[in-house]
């Protein structure tokens, strides 16, 4: 083995044993303490003790946090909705824009990596009874809309700030898989006089399959872990009808001082959003295979 072997090896150990280093902190250290956690009983400045399977029979009782993971799904069914729609509007458009396009993306994602914070403030002014968005309304078309005072349209809000957030990511997600397809198979389609509905259902979305699973994933994974947008614009309300897991954790560990349930409800959370992906996964994968 001549030294440029040896140097090879060398880094590649190297590598390896951070990526091993990595994994074991951030993630399988926490993981195994959460555990240890949810079978005691402990209130941060205490010494911990043994309570076995208690934490679990209260957190499977917590009508609060089963209604926050119902919370969920109904989020779920207002966002994937609307982020699919318009980060394929938006892929579409950057597919047929000639130039300026490089800046058009980068503009979207602004949004993606903008202070959660600073834009929930902003959008809980906008979406207020007396902001400007009601203001139009009323000046406009003689009537406002309830943005955050009724239970479906507070969800449907928070929903919509999301998919600002996301929408340019998500979108260039999808331009990546409209760019890889041949442009022969459109130009067949073309000879056979082939309606734009069809070829959209027929040639593109299947060929953009596996794109499609990534958003969703990742829209899965968002769900289940939103926080910023809800504490700061309805801070769960109205009726708890915008109270997500993330928010109960919160509050169980740090105002109610109950870390261990805490702990518990983010190990079931962390079960059921990987459940939730995979077989959101095996739906839709079918014969395409994700890397």
Not at 173 to 192: H, R
Not at 213 to 234: D, K, N, Q, R, S
Request: proline content about 5%; some cysteine.
């Amino acid at each position: 083995m001549d030294l440029g072997e040896i140097k090879e090896s060398q880094i590649g150990a190297a590598l390896a044993i951070s990526f091993l280093l990595f994994n074991v902190v951030f993630w399988a250290y926490p993981f195994i303490w959460l555990v240890i956690l949810s079978v005691t009983e402990w209130r941060f400045f205490d010494v911990p003790t043994f309570s076995g399977l208690k934490n679990f029979f209260i957190v499977l009782n917590d009508p609060e946090f089963w209604r926050s993971v119902w919370n969920v799904i109904r989020f779920l069914g207002y966002y994937v909705p609307i982020v699919l729609a318009c980060s394929l509007g938006f892929a579409f458009g950057l597919q047929h824009i000639g130039r300026g396009k490089v800046f058009i993306a980068l503009s979207f994602l602004v949004a993606n990596i903008s202070s959660g914070v600073a834009y929930s403030l902003v959008f809980e002014k906008i979406f207020s009874s007396t902001g400007p968005l009601n203001t139009f309304l009323a000046d406009w078309f003689g009537f406002t809309i309830p943005w955050l005072s009724s239970p479906n349209m507070a969800m449907l809000s928070i929903s919509l700030v999301v998919t600002w957030k996301f929408v340019g990511y998500y979108g260039l997600i999808l331009y990546s898989g409209l760019v890889a397809i041949p442009q022969e198979i459109y130009d067949a389609a073309e000879l056979d006089n082939t309606k734009p509905l069809t070829k959209l259902f027929k040639i593109t979305l299947p060929m953009i399959n596996a794109q499609l699973v990534m958003v969703l994933v990742f829209a899965i994974t968002v769900a289940f872990g939103i926080f910023t947008e809800p504490y700061m614009i309805t801070g769960g309300g109205p009726m708890e009808s915008t109270n997500m897991p993330l928010l109960v954790i919160y509050e169980t560990a740090f105002n109610r001082l109950q870390p261990s349930r805490a702990a518990l409800m983010a190990i079931i959370i962390a079960l059921v959003s990987y459940l939730a992906i995979k077989i959101m996964r095996k739906f839709l994968e079918k014969n395409v295979e994700l890397v």
